[in-house]
């Protein structure tokens, strides 16, 4: 993995794969539990906002020092106290945006969790395509605690849990292992703390497999349709699926199919000149 200068700052460190597929995202603020504060959470949004841009199929989203995320900056949000609804709405834009963009992005998108996945923390996991998290991964979402709803958490944890469970976690605040997230679907992939890199690297090398376009608009198709019923979803998959088999990627894919063949993915129609 080669470093992205650009992308990286003091609190998060980017680094890309040779051939520009993945990018891997570090929060890098391990003695505050890798806590979500401007630095980082402009440089994810950054960082989503390259992946766009180019060929990149993955962006993986973890943390340093064996601690995924423990949350927002507490300490940035008391910096609020006493002046007004318009500082603490404008504090907590960020989140909205980067939860936003997570799931807007052409690539998709992994949460490698490791140690703490807490309150702001789950709702970035959440938000994320697949979640792989270690045996010793510990979730919840403690806000509550200091009279906070998880408010915005809540948003990507209820589209992927059971909705009771989620309740529960969301009001009392309790820590859950990867055993019970797991149980109630909110991750993807459970490993051994031990194989956790091998783990991670092999799921990433079956992710990055598929073509750039139709990660792109597969992602885009799936969220879009569960917001609609049976019949309009069945009406706009359709018109998806006609798109993507017109497209360059799939004439490639069914002649490599045809000639046993590995296709040549010409990648996002935006990036051919």
């Known amino acids: ?102 799931v807007d992005t052409a690539a998709l998108t992994v949460a490698a969790v490791e140690g703490y996945c807490l309150a702001g923390g789950m709702g970035l996991a959440g938000a994320c395509d697949v979640v792989v998290a270690s045996e010793e991964a510990t979730f919840g979402t403690p806000e509550v605690d200091i009279g906070i709803f998880p408010a915005q958490a809540l948003v990507p944890i209820m589209r992927t849990v059971n909705e009771k469970q989620a309740l529960k976690l969301l009001f009392t605040g309790e820590h859950i292992d990867a055993e019970k997230a797991h149980e109630i679907g909110f991750t993807t992939d459970i490993v051994p703390a031990d194989e956790f890199e091998d783990e991670l690297d092999g799921i990433v090398d079956d992710l990055v497999t598929p073509s750039a376009f139709m990660i792109e608009m597969g992602k885009e198709a799936f969220y879009n349709q569960r917001e609609m019923n049976f019949s309009e979803s069945l009406d706009y998959m359709r018109e998806m699926v006609t798109l993507l088999a017109m497209s360059d990627d799939a004439e490639a894919g069914f002649n490599a199919y045809l000639t046993d063949s590995q296709p040549d993915w010409k990648g996002r129609p935006d990036d051919e000149e």
Do not use: H
């Open 1 to 102: 993995m080669e470093p992205v200068t650009d992308l990286s700052n003091e609190d998060l460190t980017v680094s890309e794969s040779e051939d520009g597929l993945v990018l891997r995202a570090t929060i890098d603020r391990p003695e505050e539990r890798n806590a979500l504060n401007q630095n980082v959470i402009g440089g994810l949004l950054d960082t989503f906002e390259r992946a766009d841009e180019g060929e990149t199929r993955v962006v993986v989203v973890r943390g340093a020092g064996g601690t995924f995320c423990a949350g927002g900056d507490i300490k940035s949000m008391a910096g609020a106290i006493g002046q007004g609804s318009q500082a603490y709405r404008e504090g907590f834009a960020g989140m909205k945006d980067l939860i936003e963009t997570a």
